[in-house]
């Protein structure tokens, strides 16, 4: 069944900070459900409104959910759906609860730093299961490989921004594709970090120079 599930799993994520450093979470994966009840097969990634709205009934606030859209696809061996939706925050912190898998904030002196980790052969219960994975299905690797699960960052153009993992196509922005694969072939967990430190605008940097009263002798 893995090798299924890895042939029909696709997932992408963009996160847009604002200049205060809250902003919108836009999911976008497609994933195999079962038939019957319309429910994804992989637990993470709901398929339904209601079973996003479920992952944050222990929260105090619940999140600002949009635009959910759930296209049902036809498949062999299985049904797949095709959901998107954004999520909105206020505090970055949040992020912490709404990202999948291990998800890290700081934040202090203008300077947000976010790290994230995916896990490899010995890390906790994931890394248990795939080698359970890796022994019994060792052609697995041929399905992961080429697949990835995609991520964006995007910031201000003129704040300061740097990863240790992916690229910078412009500025403001931050691409990085983690491999599948990767889950079967290093033992360790794929640490990906990102900082980013807010600037003034280019326009309030003008305003300082030129002083209240106009430009500076």
């Known amino acids: 069944m893995s090798l299924m599930l890895a042939s029909c799993f696709e997932y992408e994520e963009k996160i847009v900070f604002h200049r205060d450093f809250s902003g ?3 999911f976008n994966y497609m ?4 038939e019957e009840t319309g429910k994804s097969l992989i637990a993470f990634l709901p398929s339904q409104l209601a079973d996003v709205k479920s992952r944050y009934n222990h929260l105090p606030v619940k999140p600002e959910l949009q635009d959910f859209v759930a296209e049902r696809i036809p498949g062999e061996p299985f049904q797949q759906a095709k959901v998107s939706y954004r999520i909105r925050f206020r505090e970055v912190k949040e992020l912490e609860t709404y990202l999948p898998g291990d998800t890290q904030i700081f934040q202090g002196a203008g300077t ?3 790290y994230r980790s995916f896990p490899g052969l010995e890390s906790g219960t994931e890394g248990r299961q795939i080698r359970v994975y890796r022994m019994a299905y060792r052609t697995i690797l041929e399905q992961l490989k080429g697949r990835t699960m995609k991520f964006t960052i995007v910031c201000p153009w003129y704040f300061d921004l740097s990863s240790n993992q992916g690229t910078l196509p412009s500025p403001g922005v931050v691409y990085f594709a ?3 694969d990767r889950t079967m072939l290093q033992p360790k967990e794929t640490l990906w970090s990102v900082e980013i430190k807010a ?3 280019p326009e309030e940097g003008l305003k300082t120079q030129q002083g209240p009263g106009g ?3």
Do not use: A, K
């Open 215 to 217: 430009p500076l002798p």
């Open 112 to 114: 947000l730093r976010l």
């Open 24 to 26: 919108v979470i836009e």
């Open 178 to 180: 983690f491999p599948l």
């Open 31 to 34: 994933v195999p459900i079962d």
């Open 199 to 201: 600037n003034p605008s």
